[in-house]
C-alpha cells in the first residue's frame, strides 16, 4: 500500500493541476506533429527561423518610427538581397572551390600514400606496413565512390532539385506573411488557449526568448566565425579558404563535435599543401586561436542571456535531437534542451498535502 500512496501521491503532486496537462498535451502533440511530419513541415519551420531572426531589424526600425507594415517590407527585401547575393555570388565561388578539390583528390591520395609508406620506416614499433597498406586501399576506395557520386547527377537527384525549388519559393512568402502578420496569428494561438495559463505564459515566454536569442546568436556567430577565418586563410594564401571558412563556420551550429570534425579537412589541406613546414604550423595556430576566441569570447558574448547548460548534456542533447529530426534537431539541440529545462522548473507541484499525510494511513 505505501508504494500505491507513493505513486499517488507523484501523480497529485505533478499532474493534479489542469494547466499542467493541458501544457503536457501539447508538449506531446507538437512532439509528434514533429516526428511524423518533420519533413513535410520543414519549409514552415525554416519560414519560422527566419522569421525569428528578421523579428529583431523590424522592432528596430519600429522603434524609429517607421510602420509595423513598412519595417517588414524593408527587412522582407534587404533579407532576398542577402539571399540573392548568397546564391550568385558565393554559391558559384564555393562550387567552384568543391570542384577543384575533387581534381585534385588523387594528388593528395598519392601524396598521403607516401606519408604512410614512411611511417612504418620510421616508426616499426607503432605501424605495421600490412595495415598501412589495407588503410590506404580502404582510404582510396572511399575517396573512389565519392567522385563518382559526384559527377554522377542523373534524373535520380531530380526530387532535391524539386525540394529545394520549393524552399525558393515557399520560405520567400512565408517569411513574408510571417513578418506581416506574425503578431495577429500569435493572438489567435492565444485565442484558443485556456483563461488560466500562467504556467503556459511562463513556458511560452522562456521558449520565445530562447528560441529567439539562440537563432539569432547562432546565425551571427556563424557568419563571424566564416568572415574572420576565410580573411586570415586568404591572407596566409591557403587553397578552397571559402570552402574551408564555410565549414569552419557552419561547425558552430554542433558544439564541441562540429569543431573536432572540421579540423580534420583543415590540417589535411594545409599539410597538403605546404607539408610539414612554418606555413602549416602558423595556418594550425591561427586555425586554433579563432577556435578558442570563438568559445571564450564570441559565444559568452552572443549567449550570454542563454541557460546554462552542461556540457555533456549538450552533447547528450544534439546525440537525441540529430537523430530524430536530423539538421533541425541539431541545431536547435541547445533551445530544446533550454525549454525542457524550463518545463521542469515551472513544472506546479500541486497538492503539497500528499507529502505530508502520515504513513499510518492504508
Known amino acids: 500500500m505505501s ?23 501539447l508538449l506531446v502533440v507538437g512532439f509528434v506533429i514533429v516526428l511524423s511530419l518533420g519533413s513535410e513541415l520543414a519549409p514552415a519551420i525554416a519560414s519560422v527561423i527566419v522569421a525569428y531572426l528578421l523579428q529583431g531589424p523590424v522592432l528596430a526600425l519600429k522603434r524609429y518610427g517607421v510602420g509595423h507594415t513598412a519595417a517588414g517590407v524593408i527587412v522582407f527585401v534587404l533579407f532576398i538581397v542577402v539571399c540573392l547575393t548568397i546564391m550568385l555570388i558565393i554559391i558559384p565561388a564555393v562550387w567552384g572551390q568543391v570542384t577543384q578539390l575533387f581534381t585534385e583528390l588523387p594528388k593528395m591520395l598519392a601524396k598521403g600514400h607516401e606519408l604512410m609508406v614512411i611511417l612504418p620506416e620510421r616508426y616499426p614499433q607503432i605501424f605495421d606496413p600490412d595495415q598501412i597498406k589495407a588503410f590506404t586501399k580502404t582510404i582510396g576506395e572511399e575517396i573512389g565512390r565519392v567522385g563518382q557520386l559526384a559527377l554522377s547527377f542523373s534524373l535520380s537527384n531530380l526530387p ?16 513574408f ?10 493572438r489567435w494561438w492565444v485565442s484558443l488557449m ?10 511560452w515566454r522562456e521558449m520565445d526568448q530562447q528560441f529567439a536569442n539562440y537563432i539569432r546568436g547562432k546565425v551571427v556567430e556563424i557568419g563571424v ?3 574572420v577565418t576565410y580573411v586570415a586563410f586568404a591572407i596566409m594564401g591557403i587553397r578552397y579558404a571559402a570552402l574551408l571558412a564555410i565549414l569552419v563556420g557552419l561547425s558552430v551550429v554542433i558544439p564541441y563535435i562540429g569543431a573536432a570534425v572540421v579540423t580534420i579537412p583543415v590540417v589535411l589541406i594545409a599539410y597538403f599543401q605546404w607539408g610539414l613546414s612554418s606555413d ?5 595556430a591561427v586555425y586554433f586561436i579563432i577556435q578558442a576566441l570563438d568559445g571564450n569570447v564570441l559565444v559568452p558574448l552572443l549567449f550570454s542571456e542563454a541557460v546554462n547548460l552542461h556540457p555533456v548534456v549538450i552533447i547528450l542533447a544534439v546525440l537525441l535531437f540529430g537523430g530524430l ?7 536547435f539541440a541547445i533551445p530544446l534542451a533550454t525549454i525542457f529545462k524550463a518545463v521542469l522548473t515551472a513544472w506546479p507541484k500541486g497538492v503539497q498535502a500528499v507529502q505530508q499525510a502520515p504513513d499510518t494511513q492504508a
Open 194 to 203: 485556456p483563461s488560466k495559463r500562467v504556467l503556459i505564459g511562463r513556458v
Open 225 to 227: 566565425v566564416g568572415v
Open 280 to 284: 602549416f604550423y602558423y595556418l594550425v
Open 160 to 175: 532535391n532539385v524539386v525540394a529545394i525549388l520549393i524552399y525558393l519559393v515557399l520560405v520567400p512568402i512565408l517569411v
Open 177 to 186: 506573411f510571417f513578418l506581416k502578420d506574425g503578431n495577429m496569428m500569435v
Open 325 to 331: 529530426w536530423g539538421l533541425w534537431g541539431v541545431f
Open 3 to 25: 508504494m500505491m500512496r507513493l505513486i499517488r501521491g507523484w501523480v497529485e503532486q505533478y499532474f493534479s493541476d489542469e494547466e499542467a496537462l493541458f501544457l503536457l498535451l
